[in-house]
């Protein structure tokens, strides 16, 4: 299980101890929104930095064993949903401008 917030932390936790395995940093803004991939090997993450006014923001693939980036994709605007397809190729992230952005994840 993941968790994220306004200290741009997230936290992978261990469900059998419910205590934290692993922190992940490095995503520069806020973190609201996760999501693991199909495999549960990556994690997305988004969010927003409407306290610091900077843009674009990023989206985040992280490898979720070594807690390193993957990739960091640029979203215009605050980030208001992140998605993996199925098959875990394709990610979608949608922004508060109503915008879908789809983008083939990296092997």
Do not use: C, Y
């Amino acid at each position: 299980m993941a968790s994220s917030g306004a200290d741009r932390t997230i936290r992978l936790w261990d469900t059998k101890t419910w205590k934290v395995a692993r922190t992940v940093n490095g995503q520069a803004e806020m973190v609201s929104h996760l999501a693991f991939s199909p495999d549960g090997k990556t994690l997305m993450s988004g969010g927003s930095s409407e306290f610091t006014g900077a843009r674009p923001v990023e989206v985040r693939l992280w490898d979720v064993a070594s807690g390193k980036t993957k990739r960091a994709l640029p979203s215009p605007h605050r980030v208001v949903s992140v998605a993996f397809a199925p098959d875990g190729k394709t990610v979608a992230v949608s922004d508060r401008d109503k915008e879908i952005n789809i983008w083939a994840v990296p092997d």
